[in-house]
């Protein structure tokens, strides 16, 4: 895992993406991933090997009423094949020091559905509490 890189997406870098990103059967086409990193309070990270993108993570940086912010990981995925390698944990750990660097966030949350065990044991290395049980139904 030598060649192991994680950069922040951007509409500066964003040439760098050559064709769609597909993790967990979703297609991220580079126009929706340019529309999406054009609000400086998105975020994409992505992992690559070799310039082969290998892992993905994007979130939100949410603005609360008393001015504070907190970063929202909504989804990190690493393609099969590069999984239980630490992969997910050296994007974590990138992320999280990306985060901290920028000095507009006073801390993020996740969330995880309780069976992805895989999912849960990441983000408790991470976490230093579980605070909230989620309640969500469509719309």
Same mark, same amino acid.
């Given at each position: 895992?030598?060649?192991?890189?994680?950069?922040?997406?951007?509409?500066?870098?964003?040439?760098?993406?050559?064709?769609?990103?597909?993790?967990?059967?979703?297609?991220?086409?580079?126009?929706?991933? *340019? *529309?999406?990193?054009?609000?400086?309070?998105?975020?994409?990270?992505?992992?690559?090997?070799?310039?082969?993108?290998?892992?993905?993570?994007?979130?939100?940086?949410?603005?609360?009423? !008393?001015?504070?912010?907190?970063?929202?990981?909504?989804?990190? !995925?690493?393609?099969?094949?590069?999984?239980?390698?630490?992969?997910?944990?050296?994007?974590?750990?990138?992320?999280?020091?990306?985060?901290?660097?920028?000095?507009?966030?006073?801390?993020?949350?996740?969330?995880?559905?309780?069976?992805?065990?895989?999912?849960?044991?990441?983000?408790? *290395?991470?976490?230093? *509490?579980?605070?909230?049980?989620?309640?969500?139904?469509?719309?």
């Amino acid at each position: 895992m030598d060649n192991l890189k994680f950069k922040r997406l951007t509409l500066n870098n964003i040439d760098m993406i050559k064709e769609p990103i597909i993790i967990d059967d979703i297609t991220y086409t580079i126009e929706m991933i *340019k *529309k999406f990193i054009q609000s400086e309070e998105n975020y994409i990270f992505i992992g690559t090997i070799n310039n082969k993108i290998i892992a993905f993570l994007y979130g939100y940086s949410l603005a609360r009423p !008393d001015g504070k912010n907190m970063f929202y990981i909504h989804s990190v !995925d690493v393609i099969p094949g590069y999984q239980e390698k630490g992969i997910g944990t050296k994007l974590m750990d990138y992320v999280i020091d990306f985060i901290k660097s920028e000095n507009k966030c006073y801390k993020f949350w996740v969330l995880a559905d309780t069976d992805n065990v895989r999912a849960c044991n990441l983000y408790k *290395k991470y976490g230093d *509490k579980i605070e909230q049980n989620l309640f969500s139904g469509a719309l």
